[in-house]
Nanobody
């Protein structure tokens, strides 16, 4: 059974930092690209960061230089380090895994973790 469990969200003042974690199980984590998305109230879900199995990363322009995605394959966990947080970073953050098994594409989402940036 595939599970993605996010944690680490909370309330932080502008300029602050948070680190999100997504613990994965039920699939070959080390061979799977992992993604962080976010969804703010009234907005569509957007891709924030991606890390592939080789550790290569990519970021949305809005978070470049402030967010860092990383992974620990031994712990089957992907992280999102967020610094210099802004009001507009407030959203529910989700991790996502996409993989192919027996020729079928599977997509899984975590339950999300709320990040609130407010003074």
């Amino acid at each position: 059974q595939v599970q993605l469990v996010e944690s680490g969200g909370g309330w932080v003042e502008p300029g602050g930092s948070l680190r999100l974690s997504c613990a994965a199980s039920g699939f070959a984590f080390g061979r799977t690209a992992m993604r962080w998305y976010r969804q703010a109230p009234g907005k569509e879900r957007e891709l924030v960061a991606v890390i592939n199995s080789g550790g290569n990363t990519n970021y949305a322009d809005s978070v470049k230089g402030r967010f860092a995605i990383s992974r620990d394959n031994a712990k089957s966990t992907v992280y999102l380090q967020m610094k210099s947080l802004k009001l507009e970073d407030t959203a529910v953050y989700y991790c996502k895994a996409v993989f192919i098994r027996n020729g079928i594409v599977y997509e899984y989402w975590g339950q999300g973790t709320q990040v609130t940036v407010s003074s």
